[in-house]
T-cell receptor, first 117, second 111 residues
Framework: GAVVSQHPSRVICKSGTSVKIECRSL??????MFWYRQFPKQSLMLMAT?????????EQGVEKDKFLINHASLTLSTLTVTSAHPEDSSFYIC?????????????FGSGTQLSVL | DAKTTQPTSMDCAEGRAANLPCNHS???????VYWYRQIHSQGPQYIIH???NNETNEMASLIITEDRKSSTLILPHATLRDTAVYYC????????????FGKGTKLSVKP
């Protein structure tokens, strides 16, 4: 079945640094990818919708200058957490739907645990 | 906001069927119901989805009421590895739409 690969699985960084998370669709093309954030014991919260070749659409309350999203190809979307602070520590998850399909499955990556010291 | 409501938690005995209910009374005619589960610190895993007909695959069965206002996910023979948070989601925005997660149901399968 279709697989979404997310890297890295875990990252620890110092406050003020930037962290890039990659999300790849391994055997299908994805015109749209989604980025979610999950705090401990809470549900997934949609952060933004990433569209190949255009600007991402951010959910209300998500700072677009802090969470930079790039979707330069049909198989890769990246999320960069800029100038990370401890409150950005969270579990980040990407997902993708195969292009050209109708109401098919949304595949999820394995997630990235970000810890900002 | 999520368009679904689910019980916070449920217990099930190992080997028995687990029936997880979900209410989605405001669902629109062309919106699909999806079920995912999440085991701690992993990405959500797809289980099944449907529009109005009942669906079955190797993992589970999905029963959708005729008025589409509720559905039930059935795990026919629950195992300890089925312990997870189960999310019932109504997909909005068509075939490329996103999934808005609610709080889900924490299913605990006990020996």
């Amino acid at each position: 079945g279709a697989v979404v690969s997310q890297h890295p699985s875990r990252v620890i960084c110092k406050s003020g640094t930037s962290v890039k998370i990659e999300c790849r669709s391994l055997d299908f093309q994805a015109t749209t990818m989604f980025w979610y954030r999950q705090f401990p014991k809470q549900s997934l919260m949609l952060m933004a919708t990433s569209n190949e070749g255009s600007k991402a659409t951010y959910e209300q309350g998500v700072e677009k200058d802090k969470f930079l999203i790039n979707h330069a190809s049909l198989t890769l979307s990246t999320l960069t957490v800029t100038s990370a602070h401890p409150e950005d520590s969270s579990f980040y998850i990407c997902s993708a739907t195969e292009a050209g399909t109708t109401n098919e499955k949304l595949f999820f990556g394995s997630g990235t645990q970000l810890s900002v010291l | 906001d999520a368009k679904t409501t689910q019980p916070t938690s449920m217990d099930c005995a190992e080997g028995r069927a687990a029936n997880l209910p979900c209410n989605h009374s405001t669902i629109s005619g062309n919106e699909y119901v999806y079920w995912y589960r999440q085991i701690h610190s992993q990405g959500p895993q797809y289980i099944i989805h449907g529009l109005k007909n009942n669906e079955t695959n190797e993992m589970a069965s999905l029963i959708i009421t005729e008025d589409r206002k509720s559905s039930t996910l059935i795990l026919p023979h629950a195992t300890l590895r089925d312990t997870a948070v189960y999310y019932c989601i109504v997909r909005v925005g068509g075939s490329q739409g996103n999934l808005i997660f609610g709080k889900g149901t924490k299913l605990s399968v006990k020996p």
